[in-house]
């Protein structure tokens, strides 16, 4: 068993030379698992170079396990081989849905969030990790509307999900405090209710306000109430690696690792950090 | 589960018309606006996706052209696959269905070749110069993946390489060869008797076979080969 810090950065083109010139910046990396499906060339190339130095987390944007449609083997065998060659420390997704009848709108669209869509959910999870051979982690999304067909709590249909399908929780922070916002509820409280053993990452990012609602725009800095709340939850949950998500108007690398490092001081005197094992 | 979602899916293709009663109203601002989010995000993701992989003929058609053309094709021709790097490939196709100028058909068409090149999987060579000595008229090659033979009545080709000055087509004939040196695309402008041949050779062509039907210089032909060997263009004979 290895062990490695918990901080983190999204891998994105516009710093590949960084990281490969300079990876002690940060303890791991996280990257989309579909840009790296299908080609052989420079991001698969990257990538593996960055493997030899850096623990990788494969995070999906496309699994759709809240779809209709029947799971998409060849995405499956694919992701599969790319777990296969990575060997990441973490397989995640999204608790959403991004299409049906074969479109794909390349969105985390939100759930009905209801004891058929619970159900629904814990098969299709249950073949995904069948699949991989492995467990998967799946992340709250920020979400903009509510269907009328909602019987349970955003946090509660979280918890029941996770629970029920035997899987991990990626939290993202910000989109607590994003849904908070936009619908109404005490992110605090929601965050109680998470199930800190499924717990296994974090996720900041900054989002944009839009005056009625906060767009989870992925293109700024932290806010304040955000690390607030990501103080709360190192607290409540405890220690876990975190990442900053920036994926617009993405920065220098050199901002993008103050900001790591920030989150990293914010954590210093709270609950006793533990190190993440693989 | 599944009308809701048909509902969501038929709402984000007919936007703004669809009613939206199968959500709740919001606790504060416009619903609409809220809905807005997730049906204008398709286009302008899968628009600078498309981007990524033309580079060259946005420049080309200008900015409106280009909106247009880009925003019919990924109205039209709905995404099915679980990657936006496959977002451009039936883009040329859709062209020629829109009955565009052909010329814009031909760059599209040469943008896909180089992103394809991009993504291609790489063999490892088992070919060293030295190998030269071994390749008789009985040889055929093995050539990559990444490897692309291009001719078009536009220049292309040319174009593309100078596509970060202010790039014109022109009606001239070319010929070029695209392959991957490590991670990055090369384009290279050929003679035609040079194409030719290669075009030969990737087919299946022995090399006594490819020299019957296109007569090459001992010298073109030993140059051409080293820089199939030495750029691992081919990997193995």
């Not at chain 1, 698969?44 to 998409?72: F, Q, W």
């Not at chain 1, 509820?185 to 209710?193: I, Q, V």
Request: one cysteine or more; glycine letters at 4%; proline letters at 4%.
């Amino acid at each position: 068993m290895k062990s490695f810090g918990h901080k983190g950065v999204g891998l994105r083109p516009p710093h590949y030379k960084d990281i490969l010139s300079n990876p002690s910046s940060v303890d791991w990396c996280e990257v989309i698992s579909e840009n790296y499906m299908d080609t052989g060339g420079r991001p698969l190339s990257t990538l593996l170079k960055v493997r030899e130095m850096l623990p990788i987390a494969l995070h999906g944007v496309s699994l759709n396990i809240g779809s209709s449609d029947v799971l998409n083997r060849d995405y499956l065998k694919n992701l599969k081989l790319l777990v296969e060659g990575i060997e990441p420390f973490i397989v995640s997704d999204h608790l959403c849905w991004t299409g049906i009848e074969k479109r794909n709108w390349h969105d985390l669209l939100p759930l009905p969030m209801n004891e058929s869509t619970v159900d629904s959910l814990v098969s299709r999870i249950d073949q995904v990790q069948e699949t991989l051979g492995r467990r998967i982690a799946l992340e709250n999304i920020s979400t903009y509307v509510r269907f009328q067909s909602d019987e349970l709590d955003e946090a509660d249909f979280i918890r029941l999900v996770v629970e029920r399908a035997d899987c991990d929780l990626l939290l993202d922070v910000n989109n607590v405090f994003v849904n908070s916002v936009n619908h109404n509820f005490d992110p605090y409280e929601y965050l109680k209710k998470m199930p800190a053993d499924r717990v296994v990452q974090y996720h900041l990012a900054g989002h944009t306000d839009k005056g009625d609602f906060l767009f989870d725009t992925h293109d700024a800095e932290v806010s304040d109430p955000v690390w607030d709340l990501f103080q709360f939850t190192w607290n409540k949950i405890g220690a876990r690696p975190f990442l900053i998500e920036w994926d617009d108007k993405i920065p220098e690398f050199e901002r993008l690792v103050q900001e790591v490092e920030k989150a990293n001081e914010m954590t210093k005197g709270l609950r006793a950090e533990k190190e993440y094992a693989i | 589960m599944r009308s809701d979602l048909n509902y969501f899916d038929h709402a984000i293709s007919n936007f703004p018309d669809d009613a939206l009663d199968f959500l709740r109203p919001p606790h504060r601002g416009d619903l609409k606006e809220k809905f807005s989010i997730y049906a204008n995000g398709y286009p302008l993701r899968t628009q600078t996706a498309m981007e990524e992989v033309f580079e060259l003929l946005p420049k080309l058609l200008g900015e409106k052209e280009w909106h247009h053309l880009g925003g019919a094709y990924v109205r039209l021709r709905p995404s099915t696959s679980y990657s936006l790097n496959h977002i451009g490939e039936s883009f040329p196709e859709f062209l020629s269905q829109m009955e565009v100028a052909h010329r814009w058909i031909v760059v599209a068409n040469f943008e896909l070749k180089i992103w394809h090149s991009f993504h291609a999987y790489q063999k490892e060579s088992t070919l060293r110069s030295d190998d030269l000595a071994h390749i008789d008229m009985g040889t055929r090659f093995l050539f990559q993946d990444s490897m692309f033979l291009f001719e078009s009545k536009w220049n292309a080709a040319e174009t593309w390489k100078g596509r970060n000055s202010r790039p014109v087509l022109k009606n001239r004939k070319e010929y070029s060869l695209i392959f991957r040196d490590r991670d990055a695309v090369i384009v290279e402008i050929v003679e035609k008797n040079s194409f030719e041949f290669l075009t030969l050779l990737k087919t299946g062509f022995t090399l006594g076979e490819a020299l019957d039907k296109n007569v090459m210089t001992a010298e073109n032909l030993s140059k051409t080969l080293h820089h199939l060997i030495s750029k691992e263009i081919i990997y193995g004979i």
